[in-house]
């Protein structure tokens, strides 16, 4: 199993409304991502949980909560947010050390409307 | 300010031909390169990566060639076909940190019959 699943695929919210984005993999590895993705952009890193803790932070608005409840979840609370938060989500995952971490596997995302 | 770039928005080549993306960085402390290619409605799929160690790395149709010096890296498919059609996004990873990843604006690329 080389994927990375992630619920729902789609998503319209108000910005009154919590919600949550789920992602999942079962490949073992122990490092997993949030990427955001505007149209026509890069992805852009927002989370990265090692080992089942967060590493990585990039300076992402507190309306947007990771959670990674255990290596094989990863879980995006969402709460208050802006119709420029509306985005491709992106969820991925890699082994988590060595050489072969960098090379990520992603999940289909999640397009977020916030309307 | 963008640490990799893609200047070629799209690129279209014929089938059997070879497509050649290009990607410049500006940072030298990258040490590992990373090709991702996405289809529509679809998550970026890994294709191919060259560490600052290596010249070339080649994997079947795909080639990724990295000057250094020029802090440039291309992506050679041969031959082109059809269902290469899709957005490829040049990646690179800081020596600092095996978890970042920082990704061009992606170049589109189709193939034509």
């Known amino acids: 199993d080389t994927e990375v699943t992630q619920t729902p695929k789609h998503l319209v919210m108000g910005m009154t409304n919590k919600k949550s984005l789920k992602c999942e993999q079962h490949m073992g590895h122990r490092a997993m991502y949030w990427y955001k993705q505007k149209a026509k952009k890069p992805p852009e890193l927002m989370f990265v949980y090692s080992y089942e803790k967060l590493s990585i932070n990039e300076s992402v608005p507190s309306r947007f909560s990771p959670e990674c409840p255990n290596s094989s979840l990863l879980n995006l609370h969402l709460h208050a947010l802006q119709p420029e938060d509306s985005a491709l989500y992106l969820c991925?995952?890699?082994?988590?050390?060595?050489?072969?971490?960098?090379?990520?596997?992603f999940g289909q995302g999640t397009r977020l409307t916030v309307v | 300010d963008q640490q990799v770039k893609q200047n070629s928005p799209s690129l279209s080549v014929q089938e059997g031909r070879i497509s050649i993306l290009n990607c410049d960085y500006t940072?030298?402390?990258?040490?590992?390169f990373l090709w991702y290619k996405k289809y529509p409605a679809e998550g970026p799929t890994f294709l191919i990566s060259i560490s600052s160690i290596k010249d070339k790395n080649e994997d079947g149709r795909f080639t990724v060639f990295l000057n250094k010096s020029a802090k440039h890296l291309s992506l050679h498919i041969v031959p082109s076909q059809p269902g290469d059609s899709a957005v490829y996004f040049c990646?690179?990873?800081?020596?600092?940190?095996?978890?970042?990843?920082?990704f061009g604006s992606g170049t589109r690329l189709l193939v034509r019959p």
């Open positions: 991925a995952s890699s082994p988590g050390q060595g050489r072969m971490n960098t090379e990520a596997f």
């Open positions: 990646a690179a990873r800081g020596m600092d940190s095996s978890y970042k990843l920082i």
């Open positions: 940072n030298s402390m990258f040490d590992y």
